[in-house]
């Protein structure tokens, strides 16, 4: 435990779970889409469906979409900056049977016909769990550095992954890799217990059959 986790976040009211939380989804969303959204469609559940609305939810999703942190005075006019900025956002409930109360899937695209969905939920004290990106199943909190890699299900593609993070001298705390079928498209992710150099980041982009890199510290 550390003092985070006893005084809580430090953020914009008036819940760390529905504010600090939500904002730090939307931030990550952001940060992995690696693009300039310009299309924003969230689905709330549970409580974020019930009461997030009033609670601030939905202006906290769209600040972090816009890369507000937690702390930025500017969530209670983020439709306002929305608006500026040209994103244009809609909101809907959803099902997610078994899910946390208080989850959002938040679906990004840009004008350029490319686009994302992440899946996660605000867990108290400003604290997230994601637990989908896209069609893969993960389990990712974002409190430690983190290396998302898209590329093809082929022998070897982990092991050069992991080797330029070992010349890096970076400590790998947690792995997880989901793929759609053998061989097919796959997703690794990967916990660090620090920042790799951006020359490592370089080269694991120009590996063979890595799609996409998004390098992550914590947010």
């Given amino acids: ?20 939380g939500a904002a730090r989804l939307g931030n990550v969303a952001r940060t992995v889409f690696a693009k300039e959204p310009k299309t924003a469609k969230i689905g709330l559940y549970g409580s974020f469906a ?19 942190p937690p702390d930025d005075v500017r969530i209670r006019e983020s439709f306002e900056y929305a608006k500026a900025a040209g994103l ?11 899910g946390h109360p208080n989850t959002a899937r938040i679906s990004l695209s840009d004008d ?22 896209d069609d893969y199943d993960v389990e990712l909190s974002f409190e430690i550095p983190t ?20 010349k890096s001298s970076v400590n790998i705390c947690n792995f997880m890799l989901s793929r759609k079928k053998k061989g097919g498209d796959a997703l690794m992710t990967i916990g660090m217990d620090s920042m790799p150099e951006k020359e ?5 982009k120009k590996l063979d059959h890595v799609t996409g890199v998004e390098v992550l510290d914590r947010l």
């Avoid at 019930?50 to 507000?68: F, V």
């Avoid at 299900?153 to 070992?166: F, H, N, Q, S």
Wanted: aromatic share 8%; charged share 20%.
């Fill in 200 to 204: 490592s980041i370089e080269h694991i």
């Fill in 147 to 166: 290396i998302v890699v898209r590329h093809i299900d082929y022998p070897g593609v982990i092991a050069r992954v992991t080797d330029e993070l070992y």
């Fill in 50 to 68: 019930k009461t997030g609305r009033g609670h601030g939810t939905d202006k906290a999703l769209i600040a972090g979409i816009l890369g507000m």
């Fill in 112 to 133: 350029e016909g490319n686009s994302f969905t992440l899946e996660g939920a605000s867990i108290g004290g400003g604290s997230i769990k994601v637990t989908k990106l």
């Fill in 88 to 98: 244009k956002f809609f909101f809907e409930d959803i099902d997610v049977p078994g």
């Fill in 1 to 20: 435990m550390n003092v985070f986790d006893v005084i809580g976040p430090v953020m914009i009211g008036p819940s760390s779970s529905h504010t600090a």
